[in-house]
């Protein structure tokens, strides 16, 4: 069983930073594929960054390219999500999420469904 829990949102304003932290316990996020999903209000829960186990290569959405980086650390089990340059749109709730058939390589990068999600850790930002 995976379990993961993200934290590091909060309120900035637009032009800010945040980094939110993906952790994950009972299980090394070295064997797994790690995506980063948020939700804004009214809208539907979108894919918008993840990155490889196998090589670390990252994938990202065109709305956060060039503004946020996933990264991961070995050694403290955690995946980041830094988000720079933050706008008004990114507001929402944020999410990581895995599951143990699927690939940031695959296809289209994200699938519909996940085994595994964390609670969500909330961002705003305000103009």
């Known amino acids: 069983q995976v379990q993961l829990v993200e934290s590091g949102g909060g309120s900035v304003q637009s032009g800010g930073s945040l980094r939110l932290s993906c952790v994950a316990s009972?299980?090394?996020?070295?064997?797994?594929?790690i995506g980063w999903f948020r939700q804004a209000p009214g809208k539907e829960r979108e894919g918008i960054s993840c990155?490889?186990?196998?090589?670390?290569?990252?994938y990202y959405t065109d709305s956060v390219k060039g503004r946020f980086t996933i990264s991961r650390d070995k050694a403290k089990n955690t995946v980041y999500l830094r988000m720079n340059n933050l706008k008004p749109e990114d507001t929402g709730i944020y999410y990581c999420?895995?599951?143990?058939?699927?690939?940031?390589?695959?296809?289209?990068?994200?699938?519909?469904?996940?085994?595994?999600w964390g609670q969500g850790t909330q961002v705003t930002v305000s103009s």
């Open positions: 999420a895995t599951d143990l058939l699927w690939s940031c390589s695959d296809t289209g990068h994200f699938r519909a469904e996940y085994d595994y």
């Open positions: 009972e299980f090394t996020l070295d064997y797994l594929d």
């Open positions: 990155i490889s186990r196998n090589d670390g290569s990252t």
